[in-house]
Antibody, heavy 121, light 107 residues
Framework: EERLVESGGLVVQPGGSLRISCDASGFTFDDHAMHWVRQAPGKGLEWVAL????????YFADSVRGRFTISRDNSKSSLFLHMDTLRSADTALYYC??????????????WGQGTMVTVSS | EIVMTQSPATLSLSPGQRAALSCRASQSIGSNLAWYQQRPGQSPRLLIYGASIRATGIPARFSGSGSETEFTLTISILQSEDFAVYYC?????????FGGGTKVEIK
């Protein structure tokens, strides 16, 4: 079975840092670009970041560029999001999502269950 | 940034009825559009990509149409499990954006 399992979500103080992870199984991880998408409580979906299959291409939403970094370890089928200078507006459920393509971007055909990040003092 | 606008915000219908959800892009995106379903307490699920191609395992009652700036998701005969929130998303460039969602609720 193809699965994505996120972990690492915590309560963090404003200005703090956090790294969340996503472990993939049941498919060839490096055949796909990967994304992080977030959803604030009671709100809609917001795309956060994208990384190509080999990690050479990374792209970010304006709201997180310069504060967040996306990376992957294909040997461990894992995806990461490192978040710095966290703000209350970053409070959300963070989903890991698989792209249909490897070197470009497209629709997200597999989603994890999400990990909750809360930024609060 | 391409802005995706969905309408209506809420659609109140009965099981067995037909649902038509609209999504408009602020500029032409060709057929680079996907639709997702999110049931309460669940992760989103891909329904349609390429504006009209059903994803694996998606029932035939779901269909997508449109191109350029105007798109429609149609659910031909609503089942109880179809009452959920639906999002459109463009992927015409790397600045991927979602619409605000349409909630399909039981009337």
């Amino acid at each position: 079975e193809e699965r994505l399992v996120e972990s690492g979500g915590l309560v963090v103080q404003p200005g703090g840092s956090l790294r969340i992870s996503c472990d993939a199984s049941g498919f060839t991880f490096d055949d796909h670009a990967m994304h992080w998408v977030r959803q604030a409580p009671g709100k809609g979906l917001e795309w956060v970041a994208l990384i190509t299959w080999d990690g050479t291409g990374t792209y970010f939403a304006d709201s997180v560029r310069g504060r967040f970094t996306i990376s992957r370890d294909n040997s461990k089928s894992s995806l990461f999001l490192h978040m710095d200078t966290l703000r209350s507006a970053d409070t959300a459920l963070y989903y890991c999502a698989r792209d249909r393509y490897s070197t470009t971007w497209g629709a997200f055909d597999l989603w994890g269950q999400g990990t909750m990040v809360t930024v609060s003092s | 940034e391409i802005v995706m606008t969905q309408s209506p915000a809420t659609l109140s219908l009965s099981p067995g009825q037909r649902a038509a959800l609209s999504c408009r892009a602020s500029q032409s995106i060709g057929s680079n559009l996907a639709w997702y379903q999110q049931r309460p307490g669940q992760s989103p699920r891909l329904l349609i990509y390429g504006a009209s191609i059903r994803a694996t395992g998606i029932p035939a009652r779901f269909s997508g149409s449109g191109s350029e700036t105007e798109f429609t998701l149609t659910i031909s005969i609503l089942q109880s499990e179809d009452f959920a929130v639906y999002y459109c998303q463009h992927y015409d460039n790397w600045r991927l954006t979602f619409g605000g969602g349409t909630k399909v609720e039981i009337k």
